[in-house]
């Protein structure tokens, strides 16, 4: 599928998607929930989170692929890309990589 790299919710979606299926390129941080799972769970969910394509109106209004729910078992997961500058502040253009970290936090979705 072509990509218009003028529309900054295209560039922001890419670089989302990007991100999430390497985890290069930013910051991955798990929530105590999260990195007190067993090992073998805590990689699964991870996988999923980088596998994850199941985008629609409901969860992705803004068409930027920034914001998931997963299952693992019976336990629900959320993961959460977030725009840092310096890993300081908000970043004021998150469709430009030069001044943006990607902040990916996977959580338990009681502790949203």
Not at 18 to 28: C, D, H, L
Not at 73 to 84: A, E, N, P, Q, S
Request: charged fraction near 30%.
């Amino acid at each position: 599928m072509p990509t218009d790299d003028s529309n900054p919710s295209t560039r922001i979606r890419a670089l989302n998607d990007a991100f999430r299926r390497s985890f290069a390129g930013g910051a991955v941080v798990v929530t105590a929930g999260v990195a007190a799972m067993p090992a073998v769970q805590r990689r699964s969910l991870l996988r999923m989170v980088r596998d994850f394509e199941a985008f629609d109106e409901d969860n992705d209004p803004h068409g930027e692929h920034d914001l998931g729910i997963v299952e693992i078992g019976d336990i629900r997961c959320l993961w959460k890309t977030d725009y840092d500058r310096e890993m300081e502040t908000l970043s004021l253009d998150p469709a430009d990589p030069s001044v943006t970290t990607r902040v990916l936090t996977v959580m338990l979705v009681e502790e949203y």
